[in-house]
């Protein structure tokens, strides 16, 4: 069964201030849409294709050779979107508790350097790509990732991951990255976060 893009679980304009209502129904309707419509093509006359796309993800040799960059980027964009889609919330924000809170802390220090880290990560990010919180073994770490690629695709577990492609804040922020992932801490779906890193323990 082919890819389709997931209905967000709140309207347009509930992640205000934040993220700003157009930038939503752009990036929801068009940007996913698009990633949604071309993996869906490449993948269209292959045995992979009513194979659930984190399967796809995990092992891209898998994927014929002349269809793997398109997969790579589109069926990334994909399942990159429907995680950050799953990690807002309108009543989000604020911190992490339970098991959660006590990773973070046993591998960061403190919830406040977990927030420097992958804000430091995401900002430093050159171009295109994500700042991801990552299930690496048994511990969490904190990687970064170029346009569309996913950390799934080197055997880590995303938990949580911050799109710094332009398309994601400059409507609102334009230049000021920074300030998005700041503004962006307001919305995290912690409650989701955490339901992730216990299936992934």
Known sequence: MAYSVPALPYA???????????????????H???YVDKVNAALADTPLADTPIEEVLRDLTQVPEDKRTAVRNNGGGHYNHTLFWENMSPNGGGEPDGGLAQAIDSAFGSFA??????????????????????????????????????????GKTPLLGVDVWEHSYYLKYQNRRPDYIDAWWNVVNWPKVAERFTSAS
Do not use: C, R
Request: aromatic letters at 10%; proline letters at 3%.
């Open 12 to 30: 347009y304009d509930a992640l205000e201030p934040h993220i700003d209502k157009a930038t939503m129904e752009f990036h929801h309707d068009k």
């Open 32 to 34: 996913h849409q698009a």
């Open 113 to 154: 350097d977990f927030q420097a880290k992958l804000k430091e990560t995401g900002v430093n990010q050159f171009g295109s790509g994500w700042a991801w919180l990552v299930l690496d073994g048994s511990g969490l770490s904190i990687v970064g990732s170029a346009n569309q690629d996913n950390p799934i695709s080197g």
